[in-house]
């Protein structure tokens, strides 16, 4: 555990830059005194640890996910009062932040939609995207390596998670570049940044147009593509989705991949440019990788926590909770939980039990692209450890060891870059 003393009762986990930065003392401090918390500003019901964020989870009828991308302040045009608030909050669905997005539903309109999405993203599909997968990371590669240097998220990691969806989902070659400029050039607004906007952004309606089109001309005119297999897709019920319908879930495989992947890589990479012993290990046993990604996302989940808000009276951890109740469940503590994980502060990157974290969440919002997350990061860090020499952070964009200068992200909710300057040495053919 940290040795850093922590009162919770004097920080704004939502607004103090500090924990933003480094949360790891206050997850730490968490797990050790207040694994299911009540903080008092927003009376938001934190929870760290491990079993009782399963709980939440495996919950849905209790715990509605409508808020999961919200803040800690609900900005609605009703109380929320009651004893069973299901109908309510879908009369207000629209009142709250991506309220079209697939990860905002629950059951029934979930249940549909997921099926849905599963049936764009199966195992064979899967299995077909791999050679793009890693014919791409080459050809940034072939790009990135003779400069001997690089600025990892923006060079490589943003780009390179548009092109793995793009391909997943069929979108022509001719048209990668559009996503790339609308994804992957610009910083986009920020879920859980530290100044609590309640503006609901949505910076996916350009997509949401592009898909509308694509799926509307495969109805008209059928080919052998993807586009057509989404076109065409019904929901369990065999009826047909509006195109905005299909459009909204093939979008947020995009946001998806902005959010976790690009920050994944990220993370793993850092690590490795910190730690030479480990990247020799790395680089002399590659099938060492996954597993040294599932300990990264237990360690480092690029997604600190996401909320949730109660459909009825309910407790956990010792606390009663009533009707409208935010909970926030911080799944990057959850990995830090001793009662789980042993030497938890550790990072062993043959851990045996690494994979139950909770990085991709659990129960029926387990993160349908987490298969393709893992093998961007897989494929990435394969080729870029056998195509170099060394590698190692710029001392000059972020200071030397020990005294880092870190670009990280201003959220509670994410951790990860904005900025990672990477240098290295090119292996060269033999």
């Known amino acids: 555990m940290s040795t850093v003393e922590i009162d919770p009762t004097e920080i704004d986990y939502f607004t103090d830059a500090a924990v933003a930065a480094d949360s790891v003392p206050y997850f730490d401090h968490m797990l050790a005194h207040h694994p299911v918390w009540r903080e008092s500003k927003y009376g938001v019901v934190i929870v760290t640890g491990y079993e009782e964020a399963l709980q939440v989870y495996h919950q849905p009828e209790v ?35 991506t309220n079209d997005q697939i990860v905002t539903f629950d059951p029934p309109m979930h249940t549909d939609h997921r099926a849905l999405l599963m049936g764009l993203i199966t195992p064979k599909r899967l299995k077909e995207n791999e050679e793009f997968l890693k014919l791409t990371a ?9 400069q001997g240097h690089c600025e990892f998220i923006w060079d490589y990691s943003k780009r390179y998670a548009v092109l793995a969806v793009a ?3 069929g ?3 001719s048209d990668h570049p559009m996503l790339i400029d609308l994804l992957a050039t610009r910083q986009g607004p920020m879920l859980g940044n530290l100044k609590l906007q309640t503006a609901h952004h949505n910076s996916l309606e350009r997509l949401y147009d592009y898909f509308v089109e694509k799926i509307e001309q495969r109805r008209l005119s059928p080919t052998e593509d993807i586009l057509t297999g989404m076109a065409v897709a019904t929901f369990p019920d065999e009826t047909l989705p509006e195109p905005i319908q299909v459009a909204r879930i093939a979008s947020n495989l995009f946001a998806a991949g902005n959010e976790t992947t690009v920050q994944l890589l990220g993370i793993s990479l850092a690590r490795i440019a910190e730690d030479q012993a480990l990247q020799d290990l790395l680089r002399q046993n590659t099938s060492l990788i996954p597993k040294f990604i599932e300990e990264t996302l237990r360690l480092e989940a690029p997604i600190k926590g996401s909320f949730r808000l109660t459909k009825v009276a309910t407790s956990i951890g010792g606390l009663d909770l009533t009707p409208g109740t935010v909970v926030m469940l911080l799944h990057g503590a959850a990995g830090r939980d001793a009662r789980i994980f042993e030497n938890p502060s550790e990072f062993i990157v043959n851990r045996a039990n690494a994979r139950q974290h909770l990085a991709f969440g659990r129960g029926i919002h387990t993160c349908p692209g987490a ?3 893992r093998a961007e990061a897989v494929f990435s860090i394969q080729r870029l450890l056998e195509r170099t020499e060394r590698i190692w952070i710029s001392e000059e964009q972020h200071g030397p060891a020990g005294e880092r200068r870190w670009d990280l992200m201003p959220s509670y909710k994410f951790r990860g870059h904005n900025r990672l300057h990477l240098e290295y040495t090119e292996r060269k053919a033999d």
Request: hydrophobic fraction near 40%; aromatic fraction near 8%; avoid cysteine.
């Open 63 to 97: 715990y509605s996910s409508i808020n999961r991308t919200g803040g800690p302040v609900l900005d609605l045009p009703v109380e929320l009062v009651g004893d069973d608030l299901t109908d309510l909050l879908e009369q207000y669905r629209s009142s709250f932040p």
């Open 138 to 146: 080459d050809r940034f590669l072939d790009e990135l390596l003779p």
């Open 167 to 169: 391909d997943l989902l």
């Open 171 to 173: 979108v022509p070659e």
């Open 371 to 373: 298969p393709l997350a």
